[in-house]
């Protein structure tokens, strides 16, 4: 567990550090080009690498409505910031020795979401370290499975806040 729950001007938001053994060109490759973000995260992306850009989220779960964003910050390979259906999802890479620190922070709409949330980007950081190594790396869905339920517990557990629905628990 590597996300932590903090409050940035105000917002609620979960934040996340990893060091890389990667290049930073590497690791920017892997969550900008929407081939390779289809490998980690939640949803298949399609947008065009500028500012302003609109960006589609499209779930493989039939009942998940796609979702619309924009982009709001691209500096490569530095800074990748988009809206995502009204939360900001921001990734910034650090050089840091043979490799680099993706710095990853989520700002929540609401902070009850944090432990739903943090398990679940959890799951799909773990899935991005996977595509990096060179290992097969499947997005995870957005239902709840045995790992995320764990994760989520431990956060629980941890004091961060909670009681947002679960995706799938019905």
Same mark, same amino acid.
């Given at each position: 567990?590597?996300?932590?729950?903090?409050?940035?001007?105000?917002?609620?938001?979960?934040?996340?550090?990893?060091?890389?053994?990667?290049?930073?060109?590497?690791?920017?490759?892997?969550?900008?080009?929407?081939?390779?973000?289809?490998?980690? $995260?939640?949803?298949?992306?399609?947008?065009?690498?500028?500012?302003?850009? +609109?960006?589609? $989220?499209? $779930?493989?779960?039939?009942?998940?409505? +796609?979702?619309?964003? !924009?982009?709001?910050?691209?500096?490569? #390979?530095?800074?990748?910031? $988009?809206?995502?259906?009204?939360?900001?999802?921001?990734?910034?890479?650090?050089?840091?020795?043979?490799?680099?620190?993706?710095?990853?922070?989520?700002?929540?709409?609401?902070?009850?979401?944090?432990?739903?949330?943090?398990?679940?980007?959890?799951?799909?950081?773990?899935?991005?370290?996977?595509?990096?190594?060179?290992?097969?790396?499947?997005?995870?869905?957005?239902?709840?499975? #045995?790992?995320?339920?764990?994760?989520?517990? !431990?956060?629980?557990?941890?004091?961060?806040?909670?009681?947002?629905?679960?995706?799938?628990?019905?």
């Amino acid at each position: 567990m590597n996300g932590t729950y903090v409050e940035i001007d105000g917002r609620p938001a979960l934040h996340f550090e990893r060091s890389l053994p990667h290049s930073a060109e590497r690791v920017w490759r892997a969550i900008t080009d929407p081939a390779e973000i289809r490998h980690w $995260f939640p949803a298949a992306v399609e947008y065009e690498q500028r500012v302003g850009a +609109p960006m589609s $989220f499209r $779930f493989d779960d039939p009942d998940a409505p +796609p979702t619309e964003g !924009k982009v709001t910050e691209l500096d490569p #390979p530095r800074l990748f910031a $988009f809206d995502w259906g009204g939360e900001q999802l921001r990734f910034e890479l650090e050089p840091a020795g043979d490799g680099c620190r993706l710095l990853f922070t989520h700002f929540l709409s609401e902070r009850i979401q944090a432990a739903r949330d943090a398990a679940g980007w959890e799951t799909c950081l773990t899935e991005l370290d996977r595509l990096l190594a060179g290992e097969a790396a499947e997005a995870p869905g957005i239902g709840v499975t #045995p790992e995320w339920r764990a994760l989520y517990d !431990k956060y629980v557990a941890a004091g961060l806040p909670s009681g947002a629905e679960v995706p799938g628990s019905d």
